[in-house]
């Protein structure tokens, strides 16, 4: 479909064929210009795409007008599993009972923690690139975007190595049931990974030690404490955003890259920008498309009048390519002094809690990438998931000079 010509009064961005290759930019970009609060429909339901980047902000820092409990954060209530299995879940939950509850788990994620925890990343990265070096190719997917952040993430929860796999097929089926159009398609995901959880928690507390679950216990902000069932839910919500998020933006980055290779020569050449440039990654890619609220009661975004019970959906993708926020905001720049961008959520109660673990497995990465694989190319097209709600590649294959024996920068 062409973004330019289509009907914006037809235009539903829950469509599929507008998401094959990543978000439909071109529309987003029209959408914020000419109806940044736009009606659509979708099976059925009616929502509202919120697309400009101050209303994306205003949404999301008014969780009392625009509710993620109510009716949770895909437009179905029951999208991946019942609401009410789910709304545990700190992406679902409202102030005040969010406050409480992410201000334990902020005094443990903090960016002191986040240094802490480098070896980890680095090593889960040196592992990655390791297994690959030699081979002078391999699928930048599935080699190494998918085993970074879930072997950090086994890291960090006490998840033994063999493991893995089982926590990589609960998070695929999860996105899976994301795009279905069955309700409750994750329903006995959820179960069975809440069930393994439950076990590795009792576990570890039993050992003792210093794990992130030992951590998690003894965190106390205000005489308030974690209990086990709380503790197992952020697990849970480890599992299902935790990691893919950090694996797709690897990834999009990554081909980003290979497909402006002035900045990934850029980046080989400035090592010490690395991290200017994990911003510019994280704007341009946006992985997480969007979220979605309730409004709890009447009210109006740019001149639309929002209904009690209206979904509104806030499109993070488009608010990171807001000319608002950035100038030239479609062009890749690496050298973008201190961009701007949504990849963590519109501020407010939702920010991202992971942020600084993300930006730290991102550093890390293609600091490695840079030195140890300069030479990268595509060995092929990159395959897209076709998804609404992912930005994300399901392969990528890829090549370079082979090169012996481990090297651990």
Known sequence: MDAQQVDLDSVDLMDGSWHTEGPPHELLARLRSECPVHPGSTGGQRYWSVTRDAEVVTVSRNPGTFSSYREGIFLQPDQVAPLDMVRNVLLYKDPPEHSKYRRILSSVFTPKAAKGWEPTVRSRVTAAIDAVIESGRCDFVNDIAVPVPLGVLA??????DEDIPTLYQWTHQIERAQQSVEPAGATQTFAEMMGYLQQLIQA???????SLVTRLRNAQVDGESLNDDEILTFFALLVFAGNDTTRNTAAIGMLALLNHPDQWQYMRENPDKIPQAVEEILRYTSVVKYFVRTATQDTELADQHIAE?????????????????????QTFDVTRDNPQHRAFG????????????????????FEQLAQRMPDLQL???AEYLNSNWAHSLTSMPVTFPPAAGEQNP
């Open 379 to 381: 060995d092929g097209p």
């Open 346 to 365: 519109g501020g407010g109660p939702h920010f991202c809690l992971g942020n600084n673990l993300a930006r730290l497995e991102l550093r890390i990465l």
């Open 204 to 210: 570890q507390l039993a050992e003792g030690g210093d």
């Open 309 to 329: 019970g209206d979904k509104v959906v806030t499109w993070f993708t488009s608010a990171s390519r807001d000319e608002a926020l950035n100038e030239d905001p």
């Open 155 to 160: 890291s960090l929860m006490g998840v033994p």
